[in-house]
């Protein structure tokens, strides 16, 4: 049962564009949403979060937007640089502490001059 | 500050051989988390624990899989006997408290041939 779905498995666009990541999710239980961003051989590491009673969390790029009645959830990266190609995940949380994270497949966005 | 440091970075075992790998999370960090991503698939729980008590291990599958954080501190995740299936990355992750932010290491890679 996979519960948090990433149904792009590879993105590719021009430096300069937007980058728009997109997620979905079923578990209606679940009220805090994160991007987690990952190089080739090196660990995940956190991007940008979303509680649920927000419908959008914006940090420098990167904007994170929720919808909760169509459970999804995008991440928008404008502009985009090569240095953001990388796998990207979303991740849920039913808690706000962000404990027991449920993952995505990941997104693979290539970012080409 | 110093990171999740793991090691080691990559083994190949055969099957039905065991293996541990090791965590050092980062200081001060209380929460430990090991988390298994199979290639082509999302980081997946496998433990939590909150200093040296166990949070969550309802997605470790206990007749191979065994994990302990003595001290507090240091974490070892072991299989005996390995599977094929386990081929993945072990992926380990602290956090301050069960915060979102949690910073994962580099991870294992482990090949079970």
């Known amino acids: 049962d996979q519960q948090v779905k990433q149904n792009s498995p590879s993105l590719s666009v021009q430096e300069g564009r937007i980058s728009i990541l997109n997620c979905d999710y079923t578990n209606s239980m679940f009220d805090y949403f994160l991007w987690y961003k990952k190089y080739p051989a090196e660990g995940p590491t956190f991007l940008i979060s979303?509680?649920?009673?927000?419908d959008k969390n914006e940090d420098g790029r990167f904007t994170v937007f929720l919808n909760k009645s169509a459970k999804h959830l995008s991440l928008h990266i404008v502009p985009s640089q090569p240095g953001d190609s990388a796998v990207y995940f979303c991740a849920a949380s039913a808690d706000t502490s962000g404990s027991r994270l449920t993952f995505g497949e990941g997104t693979q966005l290539t970012v080409n001059p | 500050e110093a990171g999740v440091a793991q090691s080691p970075r990559y083994k190949i075992i055969e099957k039905r051989q065991s293996v541990a790998f090791w965590c050092n999370p980062i200081?001060?960090?209380?929460?430990l988390y090991w988390y298994q991503q199979i290639l082509g698939q999302g980081p997946k729980l496998l433990i939590q624990f909150q200093n040296n008590g166990v949070v969550d291990d309802s997605q470790l599958p206990k007749d191979r899989f065994s994990a302990e954080r003595l001290k507090g501190v240091d974490s070892t995740l072991k299989i005996q006997p390995a599977k094929l299936e386990d081929s993945a990355v072990y992926l380990c992750?602290?956090?301050?408290?069960?915060?979102?932010?949690?910073?994962f290491g580099s991870g294992t890679r482990l090949t079970v041939v």
């Open positions: 979303i509680s649920s009673i927000k």
């Open positions: 200081s001060g960090h209380a929460t």
């Open positions: 992750a602290s956090s301050l408290a069960t915060d979102y932010g949690y910073t």
